[in-house]
T-cell receptor, first 113, second 113 residues
Framework: AQSVTQPDIHITVSEGASLELRCNYS??????LFWYVQSPGQGLQLLLK??????LVQGIKGFEAEFKRSQSSFNLRKPSVHWSDAAEYFC???????????FGAGTRLAVHP | GAGVSQTPSNKVTEKGKYVELRCDPI?????LYWYRQSLGQGPEFLIY????????DSGLPNDRFFAVRPEGSVSTLKIQRTERGDSAVYLC???????????FGPGTRLTVT
């Protein structure tokens, strides 16, 4: 069955530190991959997406993600975290050409000053 | 506003009652999606509309759940004989087409007592 796994439920980092959020997928073929952020009271916002091509994808708010086919991973990174980055982050996948998203359970990010 | 809107933002109902949740997509978006997000989980796909028709309703959990989009714009998710397990945040998203970015609304928090 198709699935997306985010191994870390909760991560805490200090402001200014680097960040990596993990995501693994299980699909029959390489899916479309996404990272979304959800802040309290806000709708899900797309940070970045991977469809094909360059495996390092740049997104909004200084985030990037790297697709690694051999590891079935699509980890999200940011070199220096800001307090405003505290939120819940969801990795998602969809079958090529189709936008029905399958989400991971999310990683809640806390940022210490 | 230009975004996806959902009403009500909160709904409390008694077990066994009927509820309707409304989604107003972004103007011009032909695709509309419903997801359900239970506490501590990622969003789970329920149903997808392309225009007025349900293109994929494979995520609806049972026949108590039904959704319509009669004029290809506003959609209503209907839940009959609500159960406590239906308590969740119901998210709506819309996109230009089925391969385009989905824009999410803030959700309706349903609590069944």
């Amino acid at each position: 069955a198709q699935s997306v796994t985010q191994p870390d439920i909760h991560i805490t980092v200090s402001e200014g530190a680097s960040l990596e959020l993990r995501c693994n997928y299980s699909y029959g073929a390489t899916p479309y991959l996404f990272w979304y952020v959800q802040s309290p009271g806000q709708g899900l916002q797309l940070l970045l997406k991977y469809f094909s091509g360059d495996t390092l994808v740049q997104g909004i708010k200084g985030f990037e993600a790297e697709f690694k086919r051999s590891q079935s991973s699509f980890n999200l990174r940011k070199p220096s975290v800001h307090w405003s980055d505290a939120a819940e982050y969801f990795c998602a996948a969809s079958r090529e050409g189709y936008n029905k998203l399958i989400f991971g359970a999310g990683t809640r990010l806390a940022v210490h000053p | 506003g230009a975004g996806v809107s959902q009403t009500p933002s909160n709904k409390v109902t008694e077990k066994g009652k009927y509820v309707e949740l409304r989604c107003d997509p972004i103007s011009g978006h032909t695709a509309l999606y419903w997801y359900r997000q239970s506490l501590g989980q990622g969003p789970e796909f329920l149903i997808y509309f392309q225009g007025t028709g349900a293109a994929d309703d494979s995520g609806l959990p049972n026949d108590r759940f039904f959704a319509v989009r009669p004029e290809g714009s506003v959609s209503t998710l209907k839940i009959q004989r609500t159960e406590r397990g239906d308590s969740a945040v119901y998210l709506c998203a819309s996109s230009f087409g089925q391969t385009d970015e989905q824009y999410f609304g803030p959700g309706t928090r349903l609590t069944v007592t």
